[in-house]
């Protein structure tokens, strides 16, 4: 990963392309794939499984 940004140019899109006006509509479709639910209720209120969401989730190494 981090040999990625090595060599673009200066001020240049890291990750370029239109994906990121999809990002929330792809994560939906892959939580749908997996059964796993996009809004869960909870004692605080709900809770949202959003892009924003990924960087606190672990997967056990398989």
Same mark, same amino acid.
């Given at each position: 990963?981090?040999?990625?940004?090595? %060599?673009?140019?200066?001020?240049?899109?890291?990750?370029? %392309?239109?994906?990121?006006?999809?990002?929330?509509?792809?994560?939906?479709?892959?939580?749908?794939? @997996?059964?796993?639910?996009?809004?869960?209720?909870?004692?605080? %209120?709900?809770?949202?499984?959003?892009?924003?969401?990924?960087?606190?989730?672990?997967?056990? @190494?398989?």
């Amino acid at each position: 990963m981090a040999a990625y940004p090595a %060599g673009r140019v200066a001020n240049a899109p890291l990750w370029p %392309g239109t994906w990121h006006e999809r990002s929330a509509d792809m994560v939906q479709a892959d939580l749908k794939a @997996a059964d796993i639910p996009f809004v869960v209720e909870t004692p605080d %209120g709900l809770r949202f499984a959003d892009f924003h969401v990924l960087r606190h989730i672990h997967l056990p @190494a398989r």
